[in-house]
């Protein structure tokens, strides 16, 4: 079974740095998906960005990265140029047939 | 499109009551997903649907619970003799197979308190 551990629970960052979201997975699978989601005190989940197992390149969106090691099982997320509309819960994905969440990181951005 | 939609938005019900959710997916999907989420934690899953067949059920779905998707579009989850257990969010999600990992689209999800 995929299992995905986000040990962090909380993290800060002042607005304008750049913060890390860390996140490790298990699975068998050759062939999968990650993802990371994040879901603002509305609850409602968004999608942040995504990365496809085979790509060795690590995906970016805007100010949003990962660096995706394989090998290792890792997933990181990182937020460049923190904004206060960045502050919530943040959710990584393992996806195959289905999709497996992590307990999520709480972020806060300070002004 | 407007997107998922859930409802209720909200539901109270005493324990050993039957409650039902609705969800609508987005009208192309043919995949749709139920999660359960309680709170601080991330969304668990619980079963999804390739148009109207349901492909997989969690453990966490137990006898009491039942899902539908019975002309491959909007589902229903049905709670059977609600426990305080139950008390969570519970999510829907749909996307576009076989593209199984196309971005998952939530709902708002439907708040359940069983008192």
């Known amino acids: 079974a995929q299992t995905v551990t986000q040990s962090q629970p909380e993290m800060s960052v002042q607005e304008a740095e750049t913060v890390t979201l860390s996140c490790t997975y298990d699975?068998?699978?050759?062939?999968?998906?990650l993802f990371w989601y994040k879901q603002p005190p509305s609850r409602q989940m968004i999608l942040v960005i995504r990365?496809?197992?085979?790509?060795?390149q690590n995906a970016t969106e805007n100010r949003f990265s990962v660096n995706f090691q394989k090998a290792a099982k890792s997933f990181s997320l990182k937020i460049s140029d923190s904004q206060l509309g960045d502050t919530a819960m943040y959710f990584c994905a393992f996806g195959n047939n289905d999709m497996r969440f992590g307990a999520g990181t709480r972020l806060t951005v300070k002004p | 499109d407007t997107g998922v939609s859930q409802n209720p938005r909200h539901k109270i019900t005493k324990r050993g009551q039957n409650v039902t959710f609705r969800c609508d997916p987005i009208s192309e999907h043919n995949r749709l997903y139920w999660y359960r989420q309680t709170l601080g934690q991330g969304p668990e899953f619980l079963t999804y649907f390739q148009n109207e067949a349901q492909l997989e059920k969690s453990r966490l779905l137990s006898d009491r619970f039942s899902a539908e998707r019975p002309k491959g579009s909007f589902s229903t989850l049905e709670i059977q003799r609600t426990e305080q257990g139950d008390s969570a969010m519970y999510l829907c999600?749909?996307?576009?197979?076989?593209?199984?990992?196309?971005?998952?689209?939530f709902g708002s999800g439907t708040q359940l308190s069983v008192l």
């Open positions: 990365q496809e197992a085979y790509k060795q």
């Open positions: 999600a749909s996307s576009l197979a076989p593209r199984v990992n196309e971005k998952l689209f």
């Open positions: 699975t068998s699978e050759n062939n999968y998906y």
